[in-house]
Protein backbone atom coordinates (compact mmCIF):
# COMPACT_ATOMS: atom_id res chain seq x y z
CA UNK A 1 0.00 0.00 0.00
CA UNK A 2 1.66 3.51 -1.04
CA UNK A 3 1.64 6.52 1.30
CA UNK A 4 3.20 9.18 -0.98
CA UNK A 5 3.43 11.73 1.74
CA UNK A 6 4.94 9.84 4.50
CA UNK A 7 7.58 11.80 4.47
CA UNK A 8 6.51 14.95 4.61
CA UNK A 9 3.91 13.56 7.17
CA UNK A 10 7.17 12.40 9.18
CA UNK A 11 8.81 16.29 9.07
CA UNK A 12 5.85 17.65 9.98
CA UNK A 13 5.09 15.73 12.97
CA UNK A 14 8.62 15.86 14.28
CA UNK A 15 8.63 19.42 13.57
CA UNK A 16 5.14 20.33 15.89
CA UNK A 17 3.73 22.22 12.06
CA UNK A 18 0.61 21.52 10.72
CA UNK A 19 -0.96 22.43 7.25
CA UNK A 20 -3.40 24.97 7.10
CA UNK A 21 -7.13 23.97 7.36
CA UNK A 22 -7.91 24.46 3.46
CA UNK A 23 -5.13 22.50 2.55
CA UNK A 24 -5.26 19.09 4.68
CA UNK A 25 -1.92 16.76 4.89
CA UNK A 26 -3.87 13.56 3.74
CA UNK A 27 -2.71 10.67 1.86
CA UNK A 28 -5.04 9.65 -1.05
CA UNK A 29 -6.10 6.73 1.12
CA UNK A 30 -7.78 9.24 3.63
CA UNK A 31 -8.91 11.79 1.03
CA UNK A 32 -10.40 9.25 -0.81
CA UNK A 33 -13.42 8.41 1.47
CA UNK A 34 -15.42 9.88 4.04
CA UNK A 35 -13.95 8.23 7.24
CA UNK A 36 -16.14 10.49 9.90
CA UNK A 37 -16.66 8.01 13.10
CA UNK A 38 -20.65 7.14 13.88
CA UNK A 39 -19.59 7.86 17.51
CA UNK A 40 -17.69 10.80 17.28
CA UNK A 41 -14.42 11.27 18.57
CA UNK A 42 -11.90 7.91 19.68
CA UNK A 43 -9.40 7.62 22.15
CA UNK A 44 -6.31 5.92 22.88
CA UNK A 45 -4.46 4.43 25.75
CA UNK A 46 -1.06 2.62 27.13
CA UNK A 47 -0.50 -0.16 29.48
CA UNK A 48 2.55 -1.92 30.63
CA UNK A 49 2.74 -5.63 32.00
CA UNK A 50 2.64 -5.64 35.75
CA UNK A 51 5.28 -3.88 37.86
CA UNK A 52 7.23 -3.33 34.06
CA UNK A 53 6.05 0.81 34.61
CA UNK A 54 6.81 3.34 31.98
CA UNK A 55 5.55 6.63 30.94
CA UNK A 56 4.82 8.55 27.49
CA UNK A 57 5.47 12.00 27.79
CA UNK A 58 4.22 13.12 24.36
CA UNK A 59 1.76 11.90 21.71
CA UNK A 60 1.54 13.31 17.95
CA UNK A 61 -1.15 12.14 15.71
CA UNK A 62 -1.88 13.26 11.99
CA UNK A 63 -5.55 11.77 11.44
CA UNK A 64 -7.38 10.98 8.32
CA UNK A 65 -8.52 15.00 7.69
CA UNK A 66 -4.69 16.41 7.80
CA UNK A 67 -5.66 17.82 11.50
CA UNK A 68 -1.75 17.57 13.74
CA UNK A 69 -2.71 16.74 17.29
CA UNK A 70 -0.18 17.06 19.80
CA UNK A 71 -0.66 15.97 23.51
CA UNK A 72 1.55 17.01 26.46
CA UNK A 73 -0.93 16.51 29.11
CA UNK A 74 -1.79 12.52 28.77
CA UNK A 75 -3.94 9.95 30.42
CA UNK A 76 -1.93 8.12 33.03
CA UNK A 77 -0.39 4.57 31.57
CA UNK A 78 -1.67 1.91 33.29
CA UNK A 79 0.44 -1.18 34.29
CA UNK A 80 -1.73 -4.52 33.72
CA UNK A 81 -1.89 -6.77 36.62
CA UNK A 82 -3.32 -9.56 34.13
CA UNK A 83 0.03 -9.11 32.11
CA UNK A 84 2.59 -10.93 33.95
CA UNK A 85 4.68 -13.67 31.92
CA UNK A 86 2.97 -12.56 28.50
CA UNK A 87 0.32 -10.00 27.54
CA UNK A 88 -3.47 -10.71 28.69
CA UNK A 89 -6.21 -11.79 25.76
CA UNK A 90 -8.19 -9.41 27.40
CA UNK A 91 -6.10 -6.27 27.43
CA UNK A 92 -8.00 -3.17 28.64
CA UNK A 93 -6.60 0.85 29.30
CA UNK A 94 -7.84 3.20 31.78
CA UNK A 95 -10.24 5.64 31.96
CA UNK A 96 -9.46 8.72 29.10
CA UNK A 97 -10.32 12.42 30.00
CA UNK A 98 -7.27 14.12 27.63
CA UNK A 99 -6.13 11.58 24.73
CA UNK A 100 -8.98 11.93 21.96
CA UNK A 101 -8.85 12.84 18.62
CA UNK A 102 -11.67 13.39 16.00
CA UNK A 103 -10.93 11.29 13.28
CA UNK A 104 -9.10 7.92 12.89
CA UNK A 105 -5.33 8.14 12.57
CA UNK A 106 -2.90 8.04 9.77
CA UNK A 107 0.16 8.32 11.47
CA UNK A 108 1.35 8.48 15.49
CA UNK A 109 4.29 8.81 17.10
CA UNK A 110 5.33 8.98 20.52
CA UNK A 111 8.25 9.20 23.56
CA UNK A 112 7.99 6.79 26.39
CA UNK A 113 9.99 6.37 29.03
CA UNK A 114 11.24 2.76 30.31
CA UNK A 115 11.68 2.24 34.03
CA UNK A 116 13.26 -1.54 33.54
CA UNK A 117 15.41 -0.61 30.68
CA UNK A 118 16.28 2.66 31.86
CA UNK A 119 15.71 4.21 28.13
CA UNK A 120 13.65 6.89 26.24
CA UNK A 121 11.75 5.11 23.19
CA UNK A 122 10.27 6.83 20.24
CA UNK A 123 7.56 5.17 18.43
CA UNK A 124 5.82 5.81 15.09
CA UNK A 125 3.43 4.04 13.68
CA UNK A 126 1.91 4.42 10.24
CA UNK A 127 -2.40 3.07 9.75
CA UNK A 128 -3.84 1.96 6.83
CA UNK A 129 -7.42 2.22 5.53
CA UNK A 130 -8.16 -0.98 7.21
CA UNK A 131 -7.75 0.08 10.62
CA UNK A 132 -9.68 2.66 9.77
CA UNK A 133 -12.95 1.09 8.70
CA UNK A 134 -12.42 -1.52 11.46
CA UNK A 135 -13.25 1.99 13.82
CA UNK A 136 -15.82 2.53 11.36
CA UNK A 137 -17.88 -0.63 11.79
CA UNK A 138 -19.83 -2.16 14.76
CA UNK A 139 -18.59 -5.58 16.93
CA UNK A 140 -20.17 -8.04 15.28
CA UNK A 141 -21.93 -8.57 18.71
CA UNK A 142 -23.79 -6.75 21.68
CA UNK A 143 -22.86 -5.26 24.87
CA UNK A 144 -25.56 -4.85 27.40
CA UNK A 145 -27.86 -5.13 24.43
CA UNK A 146 -26.04 -2.09 22.89
CA UNK A 147 -23.64 -1.67 19.72
CA UNK A 148 -20.35 -1.92 20.38
CA UNK A 149 -17.72 0.15 18.63
CA UNK A 150 -13.68 -0.10 18.24
CA UNK A 151 -13.54 3.10 19.66
CA UNK A 152 -10.34 3.41 21.97
CA UNK A 153 -6.87 2.24 20.80
CA UNK A 154 -4.46 0.50 23.09
CA UNK A 155 -0.96 0.19 22.92
CA UNK A 156 0.93 -1.95 24.98
CA UNK A 157 4.22 -0.69 25.94
CA UNK A 158 6.87 -3.63 27.00
CA UNK A 159 10.80 -4.53 27.89
CA UNK A 160 13.18 -3.64 24.52
CA UNK A 161 10.82 -1.08 23.30
CA UNK A 162 8.46 -3.48 22.04
CA UNK A 163 4.80 -2.05 21.02
CA UNK A 164 1.48 -4.14 20.51
CA UNK A 165 -1.64 -2.21 19.69
CA UNK A 166 -5.24 -3.64 20.16
CA UNK A 167 -8.84 -2.50 20.38
CA UNK A 168 -10.11 -3.36 23.61
CA UNK A 169 -13.20 -5.74 23.11
CA UNK A 170 -16.25 -6.36 25.82
CA UNK A 171 -17.25 -9.00 27.94
CA UNK A 172 -15.72 -12.73 27.20
CA UNK A 173 -14.20 -11.58 24.29
CA UNK A 174 -10.83 -10.77 24.05
CA UNK A 175 -8.88 -7.72 22.09
CA UNK A 176 -8.68 -7.35 18.98
CA UNK A 177 -4.96 -6.80 17.68
CA UNK A 178 -4.09 -4.05 15.54
CA UNK A 179 -1.87 -4.36 12.72
CA UNK A 180 -0.18 -1.31 11.40
CA UNK A 181 1.06 -0.75 8.32
CA UNK A 182 3.71 0.59 9.42
CA UNK A 183 5.75 0.75 13.40
CA UNK A 184 8.96 1.21 13.99
CA UNK A 185 10.77 2.03 17.67
CA UNK A 186 14.51 3.68 18.14
CA UNK A 187 16.45 5.28 21.06
CA UNK A 188 19.57 6.88 21.95
CA UNK A 189 21.07 8.49 19.37
CA UNK A 190 17.87 7.79 17.10
CA UNK A 191 15.51 9.48 18.90
CA UNK A 192 14.42 12.65 17.28
CA UNK A 193 11.09 14.92 18.97
CA UNK A 194 11.83 12.19 21.91
CA UNK A 195 15.74 13.64 22.75
CA UNK A 196 15.00 16.07 24.35
CA UNK A 197 13.02 14.29 27.27
CA UNK A 198 15.53 11.77 27.48
CA UNK A 199 17.13 11.18 31.26
CA UNK A 200 13.48 12.14 32.63
CA UNK A 201 12.89 12.83 36.50
CA UNK A 202 10.74 9.64 36.02
CA UNK A 203 13.90 7.80 34.84
CA UNK A 204 15.92 9.09 37.66
CA UNK A 205 13.31 8.27 40.32
CA UNK A 206 11.73 5.43 40.27
CA UNK A 207 12.03 2.79 42.23
CA UNK A 208 11.50 -1.30 42.53
CA UNK A 209 10.92 -2.86 45.75
CA UNK A 210 13.44 -4.16 47.28
CA UNK A 211 11.75 -7.56 46.91
CA UNK A 212 11.64 -7.21 43.09
CA UNK A 213 15.17 -5.92 43.04
CA UNK A 214 16.07 -9.37 44.83
CA UNK A 215 13.95 -11.08 42.28
CA UNK A 216 15.82 -9.72 39.30
CA UNK A 217 19.29 -11.19 40.78
CA UNK A 218 20.87 -12.34 37.27
CA UNK A 219 17.71 -11.71 35.06
CA UNK A 220 17.11 -8.77 32.99
CA UNK A 221 13.40 -8.81 33.77
CA UNK A 222 11.65 -9.54 37.10
CA UNK A 223 10.20 -11.88 35.16
CA UNK A 224 8.71 -12.94 30.97
CA UNK A 225 10.49 -12.99 28.15
CA UNK A 226 9.83 -10.05 26.65
Given at each position: MN?????????????????PKIHPLQSKQA??????????????????????????TLVRV????GRLYTF????????DPDSVTSWTEWAHGGSVNFNNVKMPPQYMIFCWDSFI?????????????????????????LFSGKTLWYDNMLFGLSPGGKVRIWFPDAGSHPALVATP??????SGADLTICKNGADSD???????????????KG??????EW
Open positions: FPKTLIMVALLIAGCSQASGDWSLPYGKWSFSFITPWQLPAEVLDTDRTIDQTSRDKKTYETSVMFSPATWQRMKTPADHYKINTVFLRNYRYSQEIQDSMKNYPYG
